[in-house]
């Protein structure tokens, strides 16, 4: 896979566009919404099994990181820390280039191998996440 940067062309899907106000939203509505007032939701997994599930605490991860909590926020979830910090980036990424007009980063389609790796390192960060959920008691 190689990233380059090229112009948006006409008629194509504004990734940054749509993405950008997703991610905008989500970090708005974490820092906005009163969730600490919303009941609980039951997570089925963890009901079940008796063990957190990979994203146990992640919505109050994101929002402790959204009010300047960054140590209980990280220490709820660490991959839900990793995933707010690249939020924090890719919002004002996608507001340049989107009102801006300049180039977007890209890449070339992955390799089946590539896409394997990659696929075996999402896992394994996910299950690594999930353990220290798992040995710190969530």
């Known amino acids: 896979m190689r990233c380059y940067w090229r112009q948006q062309r006409r008629g194509e899907f504004d990734h940054e566009a749509v993405w950008g106000a997703l991610v905008l939203g989500a970090l708005a509505a974490a820092r906005l919404f009163p969730f600490d007032r919303v009941p609980v939701w039951v997570c089925w997994f963890h009901r079940l099994s008796g063990l957190p599930c990979p994203g146990c605490g992640s919505t109050r991860a994101f929002v402790d990181l959204a009010h300047g909590r960054w140590t209980a926020g990280f220490a709820l979830n660490p991959l839900a820390g990793a995933l707010f910090l690249m939020s924090l ?9 989107v009102i801006a007009h300049k180039p977007r980063l890209r890449a070339t389609p992955m390799s089946p191998r590539e896409r394997r790796t990659l696929f075996l390192a999402l896992i394994a960060i996910v299950f690594a996440n999930w353990v220290y959920l798992v040995l710190v008691g969530r």
């Open 89 to 97: 980036c890719y919002v004002p990424y996608a507001a340049w280039v």
